[in-house]
Structure formats: C-alpha cells, structure tokens
C-alpha cells in the first residue's frame, strides 16, 4: 500500500479516551504510516473519510466518520453544525494487507440553534443495526460453501466460528424452505446409495431449490406437499419429473393429473437404454475385433448426418445394411429424438401415436417394451410439446449434492445435511 505523509492517529481529530484504550492494548506497538486516501479506495465507502486508524496485535481498526459536517433538523428543518457528542459504532470488514479490519463509525449528535432539538445523524450506508458489511458477508459464505475449513476463516476474517456458520446456513435462509412457483422440478438423490433416499424440489424459473426431504415415497412427497398453503399450491402449473410412479401418484394426488411433464431427457434416455440393448445383442455375433470397432462407433449413432463425416456415414450405413435389427431401432431412434422439435401438440400427439405403432409391431423387444413405456406416460409425454421445461437444473443439484456428500465437511446429521445443499445450490 501507497505510504504517506498523513500520521497514523490523528489526536485533535478522535476522542482521547479512544486513543488511551488503544494504546493501552498495544503499548509496545510502532506506529505504521499508511495513506488516509489509499484506504478510502480500499473501502469504497464514499459517504465516510478516515481520521485514524490502529494497528492492533489482532486486528486493524479504522476510524471514519461521515463527511458532511451537518445535517438538517428533522424537527425544524435548520441546518445543524454544532456537535454535541459522538459514539462509536463496531462494524467488521474484509482485511487489509492480511489484517481483519474493524471499522469504527464515529456518528455524531448534533444541537440545533433553533429548536433545541438533538438529532443523530444516519448513516445511508449501513443499516441501524448491521454489524459487518455485505462483502464480508458474501465473500465468507462463499469460501466456506468452496471448502475452506471454519476455524481457517474465522481466523483470517477475525470472527469466531459460530458467526461462520450461521451466515453460511441461518442467514442464507438454509433451514427455511422456499415458496413454491409456476414450473417446479422434483427427483431423488442418494444419502446412501440403494438403501436411504432424499427428495429435492426445484423452482425451475429461479434456478433454485426449494426444499429437501427425507424420503422419496408418494406419502411423503404428499405429506410435504399438503404442508404448504393453498395458494402456493395454486400457483403452480408445471411439475417436471422422471417416470417415477410414487411421484406421479403424489402429483396427481395434490396437484391433480394435467400438471406433470416428462422431460425429452428422460425419454430419450429410454430410446437410448433400448438402442444399447439391440448393440449389445449385435456384438454377440461378431468377434472381438469387430465388437470393439462397432463399440467404437457408439458415441456415433445417435448424430444426425450432418454431424458425420463421409466415413462415419459410410461406416453407419455398411453396419444398418448388415445388421437390419440395428437399421430399424436406430432410425426409431432418429424419428423419436426428431418429435420433441415439434411446435404444435395436436399433429405431435398424432405422431407419438404413430412412433408407438411402430414400436408395437416390431419384432425387436427393447421397441416393444419402450413402445409399453410411452403408452403409459402418453400424456405427460405430450405436454412437454407445450410446456417446454427439463429437469436439467434438478438434474444438476444432484451432482452438487454427490460432490457435497463426497466431501462431508463433517456434517453428517440430516439437519445439517439440508442446510449445506440449499445454501450451496442455492448460492447467489
């Protein structure tokens, strides 16, 4: 930092008493000479200057006050200049040159001519009550939520490891849950997996989740749901989930039967576990060479022919000429893929109708068994023609949630468990 020619404690600017204390902790300290108008840059709090500032062994406290030197009389609306008295106030900031910072506002009373009337001046800056600025706040939560330790940042920040984690959790509204919205996206996470199951519920217009719960059973989704109020419940038109019947059943049950949408993702990922199954029963007639050069081909067979090369294309057509089975469920395949592009919800029904017909009579039994699956989710199936939402946000939460379980931080029990993922995921 830019050294100056300023003092580091100005005597005729700040109480005696204030300076007595100061030196009182620190006697033995040298006076370091910093520059009054670097730190304000540092700062960027226009409405106040520096008059002093001490360098303590744990922290470095600076002394502001606001640069008006009066203020109008909220009573009579005259001009005040006479000060009457002045009390500091506390308020932690981000540290400067690795020392944490606390800034002492020197807020001033004032003694109107006219009235007699004693106002305090306001500051437009901080709040009544605030006790630390908004950029310590943020940047503390967010080291925590990337992984650094408490006790580190408590240190570094001169805090102590209770206000921490209360800023991280309590203040960031992780205990709470949110209200619900228009388009709302709901799936399942792990806690262990194949034994214990959580549900997550996302707002999809905000990007945010809105709660986790034990469990992912259609009572308990229906438990949480009739917690909520009517009018919440109201407002909402769009529930996006996967094929899940404890899911449907809930919706339907709470929300009534028009509301849920089958993404495209979940959809086509069936087409794809059916598509697996025809490849996998192809590679059992060739050899191993030609198996690997065919799984090679993979990643492939789902482009469309734009997106291939002359080679790719050749090669996908000299295996489709071979292997009929492979032609018939990979342009099933196109042909399914190619639906969710459509606009209107009319001529799409009449063509999932048509793709479910030809499913139907088809000798290959992934088609078969895929062509049973669309029938049944017919109908949300559909909708996502005119509500066009993915679970791909929900979808998302989910890796953070396995990379947060991954990492533990030491928080094992549910209560904190829900804290940590609303706080990260929902993170500004």
Known sequence: MAMGSEPLID?????????????????????????????????????????????????????????????????????????????????????????????????????????????????????????????????????????????????????????????????????????????????????????????????????KPIVTFKGRRADDVVAWLRSRPQEELASVEVVVADMSKPYAAAIKEVLGDQVQVIDRFHVVQQAVEALDAVLRAVKNQLDPDEAKELKKLRQRWLKSSDQLNVDEIIARYDWCRRFPELRETLNWVQDLRTWFERTYEKPAREALVKLIERATQSVQKPLQQIAGTLTRWFEPIVRYIRNRYTNGITEGFNNKIKLIQRMAYGLRNEHNRRKRILAWCGAP
């Not at 506390?90 to 001519?113: Q, S, T």
């Open 11 to 207: 005597k005729h600017r700040i109480p005696r008493k204030i300076l007595d204390e100061a030196f009182q902790k620190n006697p033995e300290e040298e006076p370091v000479l910093m520059d009054f108008a670097c730190i304000e840059a540092l700062l960027g709090l226009p409405e106040f200057r520096v008059i002093a500032q001490v360098l303590g062994p744990k922290q470095l406290e600076l002394h502001l006050e606001r640069k008006e030197n009066a203020i109008v009389c909220p009573r009579c609306q005259t001009s005040c200049s006479r000060v009457k008295e002045s009390r500091p106030r506390c308020i932690r900031d981000l540290p400067i040159l690795e020392h944490p910072v606390m800034l002492r506002l020197h807020l001033r009373r004032f003694a109107c001519p006219a009235c007699g009337h004693r106002p305090w001046e306001k500051s437009e800056t901080f709040g009544r009550r605030t006790k630390w600025t908004e950029r310590l706040y943020t940047q503390v939560r967010q080291e925590f939520l990337r992984g650094c330790p408490c006790k580190e940042l408590a240190r570094r920040y001169g805090l102590c490891e209770r206000t921490v984690f209360r800023w991280t959790f309590e203040r960031g509204r992780g205990g709470r849950p949110r209200k619900l919205g228009r388009a709302i996206g709901i799936d399942e996470y792990a806690r262990r997996k194949g034994h214990r199951y959580n549900t997550l519920i996302v707002d999809l217009d905000t990007g």
